[in-house]
């Protein structure tokens, strides 16, 4: 069985702030792990993904997550917001191995103030 | 770029209507996958495949939804009788396990 957990279903920040957004996992096997972004109106984008190399994964549009197995995180965070990265973020979870589901968490709206 | 595609984009039905949602995955991709997006729920799961094989489908209420991939580059899930409670978007994504999932843009039913 697997699970994620996103802390924080809103999130804002100030453009040009840290941009922190949570996510724990539960699986009882090595997972794979993912961040999506959407955008309205879209379907889910690929940020960055963790597929048990490099526990610092870095992504596209800046963002980067690192994987803490002691912590069971994956936490996703850029140095600078920008008015772009307004979007709903998601934290997904998927057993290595084999054909598995994937699961995802309920997301977090990031909201970028001016 | 390849895509995800579905169709259609939007779909207006009345209650007691069927619905069918279509889905054309990425070309060589094993598996696909049908998720449901509520504001109260997010993204449900509701079916998948690999190799055109249903695998799970156990998110799905079985009396109404099913789900089937007929050939390689065709996916649909249909909703007989619809009821208003199926208000949602609906969408279908590809990959190759256990690699990232490539999303379409959605199919939004509205049920009347």
């Known amino acids: 069985a697997q699970s994620v957990t996103q802390l924080g279903s809103h999130v804002s920040v100030s453009e040009g702030a840290l941009v922190l957004l949570r996510c724990n996992y539960s699986?009882?096997?090595?997972?794979?792990l993912f961040w999506y972004v959407q955008y309205p109106n879209q379907g889910l984008q690929l940020l960055l993904k963790?597929?048990?190399?490099?526990?610092l994964v870095k992504g596209i549009n800046g963002f980067e997550a690192e994987f803490k197995k002691s912590e069971t995180s994956f936490h996703l965070t850029k140095p600078s917001a920008h008015m772009s990265d307004a979007a709903e973020y998601f934290c997904?979870?998927?057993?290595?191995?084999?054909?598995?589901?994937?699961?995802f968490g309920i997301g977090t709206k990031l909201q970028v103030i001016p | 770029d390849a895509r995800v595609t579905q169709t259609p984009r939007h779909k207006v039905t009345e209650m007691g209507q069927e619905v069918t949602m279509r889905c054309q995955p990425i070309?060589?991709?094993?598996?696909v996958f049908w998720y449901r997006q509520t504001m109260m729920q997010g993204l449900e799961l509701l079916a998948y495949?690999?190799?055109?094989?249903?695998?799970?489908d156990s998110g799905m209420p079985k009396d109404r939804f099913s789900a089937e991939m007929p050939d390689a580059t065709l996916a649909t899930l249909k909703i007989q009788p619809s009821e208003p409670r199926d208000s949602a978007v609906y969408f279908c994504?590809?990959?190759?396990?256990?690699?990232?999932?490539?999303f379409g843009n959605g199919t939004r039913l509205t049920v009347t």
């Open positions: 963790y597929t048990s190399a490099a526990t």
């Open positions: 997904a979870v998927t057993a290595s191995g084999g054909y598995q589901k994937v699961t």
């Open positions: 994504a590809s990959g190759e396990q256990p690699g990232p999932l490539h």
């Open positions: 495949f690999r190799n055109r094989a249903p695998l799970d």
């Open positions: 699986s009882s096997v090595p997972p794979y």
């Open positions: 070309l060589g991709h094993n598996t």
